[in-house]
């Protein structure tokens, strides 16, 4: 049973430039959420992704943007990189459906460390 | 928003000690989560808390969630090297139909051989 996936492991950009990261859910699971962790942070929620579309949103800028594909798999992008943006970005996936609520937990995957130079 | 607070924030145990780490939540608990982290990995879930005075254990390692639930505590019995890493509480503060877990800033544990 295959968990969830991401690439790359590890990608280094310059300030201004745009990154595309992927995410492949754990198999069975429909739902893809975000979340961005600083160093010495817990990791905070950026948006959620649920039947291709945005159900749900952290306070993050509109920068941070994503899309989930008809396989349940989706990409982050981020534009216009800051400094501040350097972290590691970690997928989890779980079941969408409300009625499952409280019987699953969020699955996650072992992230993607992004340094903006 | 809810806030997590966790405690404390490293610890340094020699192995075959015992230890506990604490989450405290700003306001009632739907859902308390607990993962461990490996430094700079994914997260590796451990148990999940739904009801008030809820105990769950899994080997060593036990989580309780009080009454009010709005503190949980995860205990680790006979701690070994394997039990260093990240310790992190989530919470769900069921606002919306999304799974959103908020979470603490997380205990870093070093177990001495």
């Known amino acids: 049973d295959a968990g969830v996936t991401q690439s790359p492991t590890h990608l280094i950009k310059t300030r201004g430039q745009q990154v595309t990261l992927r995410c492949s859910p754990k198999?069975?699971?429909?739902?893809v959420s975000w979340y961005q962790q600083a160093l010495g942070q817990g990791p905070q929620f950026i948006f959620q992704?649920?039947?291709?579309?945005e159900r749900q949103r952290g306070n993050f800028p509109d920068r941070f943007s994503g899309h989930q594909f008809p396989n349940y798999s989706s990409e982050l992008n981020v534009n216009a990189l800051l400094l501040g943006d350097s972290a590691l970005y970690l997928c989890?996936?779980?079941w969408g459906s409300g009625a499952l609520r409280g019987q699953e937990t969020q699955y996650f995957g072992p992230g993607t460390r992004l340094l903006v130079l | 928003s809810q806030e997590l607070e966790q405690s404390p924030q490293s610890l340094i145990v020699q192995e075959g000690k015992n230890l506990t780490i604490n989450c405290t939540s700003s306001?009632?608990?739907?859902?308390l989560y607990w993962y461990k982290q490996k430094y700079g990995e994914g997260l590796i879930f451990l148990m999940m808390?739904?009801?008030?005075?809820e105990e769950k254990s899994h080997e060593k390692i036990t989580a309780k969630l009080d009454e009010k639930k709005q503190q949980s505590s995860l205990h680790i019995t006979a701690s070994q090297p394997s039990h260093a890493g990240i310790y992190l509480c989530?919470?769900?503060?069921?606002?919306?139909?999304?799974?959103?877990?908020?979470f603490g800033s997380g205990t870093q544990l070093t177990v001495l051989p």
């Open positions: 989530g919470a769900d503060p069921l606002s919306g139909s999304a799974r959103q877990l908020t």
């Open positions: 306001k009632t608990l739907y859902g």
């Open positions: 808390l739904q009801k008030g005075g």
């Open positions: 198999s069975g699971h429909d739902t």
């Open positions: 992704y649920y039947e291709e579309e």
């Open positions: 989890a996936s779980d």
